[in-house]
């Protein structure tokens, strides 16, 4: 079934965002920065359990990321936007292996809702590539400014862009694809 854009949207709203608010509200609340770190990095969602898209990740590999998060909460907590405080996670987390750039983004967000900092523009991991590959879009840089987007999207901040970039990649490709097909269809 292909869903227009307005769609997908309304149906992120609808179903998805309470979810995404609670999530980023539950890091707000932590009592620390400290704990908020620990969260993040060991990918530990308010029920206790370990975020279903981070499942695959080794617990040593979290272990070495939380640990090496918490030496530098001083430096974290000094970052002022939410770019700067993703490029320091990043650079923290480069060296541990099975580290990749969503669980970077994820931990970024998380840790950012702590310190109320949220991004300004879409950044982008593998699913986040195919969903912006679907629009037409530019997917070979680390993230793209909303302008670039299609207009349904830019009403709603980057960080909820990069859910339903994710989330809806494979909606997103069907519709391009059917989209293609017309195109073609229609030239001869």
């Not at 987390?93 to 900092?117: C, F, H, M, Q």
């Not at 991991?125 to 670039?148: E, F, K, Q």
């Amino acid at each position: 079934m292909l869903m227009k854009l307005e769609a997908i949207v309304r149906t992120y709203i609808r179903r998805i965002r309470p979810k995404a608010h609670a999530e980023l509200n539950w890091f707000r609340q932590q009592p620390s920065l400290h704990a908020a770190i620990e969260k993040a990095a060991l990918a530990i969602n308010s029920q206790g359990n370990r975020y279903s898209h981070q499942r695959r990740l080794q617990q040593d590999s979290l272990q070495q990321a939380y640990q090496a998060l918490e030496a530098k909460t001083e430096t974290i907590a000094e970052t002022d936007d939410f770019d700067d405080l993703h490029g320091l996670i990043d650079r923290i987390l480069n060296p541990i292996p099975g580290i990749g750039e969503l669980y970077v983004y994820d931990t970024s967000l998380r840790i950012g809702a702590k310190l109320n900092l949220l991004p300004t523009r879409v950044y982008l991991h593998a699913g986040t590539r195919v969903g912006a590959r679907a629009l037409g879009l530019d997917a070979s840089g680390p993230s793209i400014n909303t302008s670039a987007l299609p207009r349904e999207f830019r009403s709603l901040p980057p960080h909820e862009i990069e859910d339903i970039l994710c989330i809806f990649k494979d909606k997103l490709r069907l519709k391009a694809n059917a989209e293609i097909i017309a195109a073609r269809s229609w030239c001869g």
